[in-house]
């Protein structure tokens, strides 16, 4: 019975041995895996970063290309209105001469 009894606790030590190696295993694939995954999340959120801040730049560029339209209108504009009032001028000047 004590023969028995020891063959079964050897055993029992070596299915438990069998246990813990194969959690360890498990254990060890899942920290794996989930280094994995916190790298391609790490990936996804610097490539949404780099989207956001290539987009920001994009329009930043068109606001400084729709603010550097405006001011070259306006410029256009006033340069054509010191033209239009000198023209004016000159135009006063003439009928004061002929009065």
């Keep these: 019975l004590e ?12 299915v438990e041995s069998n246990l813990k190696f194969e959690i ?3 254990d060890a694939g899942l920290k794996a895996e989930i280094k994995e995954l916190d790298n391609k999340i790490d990936t996804k959120f610097t490539e949404l970063d780099n ?9 930043d560029n068109k606001i400084d290309n729709i603010e550097n339209n405006l ?10 209105l010191k033209s239009d009032i000198a023209s004016v001028s000159n135009e006063v000047a ?6």
């Design 94 to 99: 003439l009928v004061r001469k002929d009065m």
């Design 51 to 59: 989207k956001i801040d290539t987009k920001f730049t994009e329009l």
């Design 71 to 80: 001011n070259n209108k306006i410029e256009n504009v006033r340069t054509e």
């Design 24 to 26: 360890e295993k498990v």
């Design 3 to 14: 023969k028995v009894q020891d063959s079964l606790k050897a055993d029992i030590e070596k």
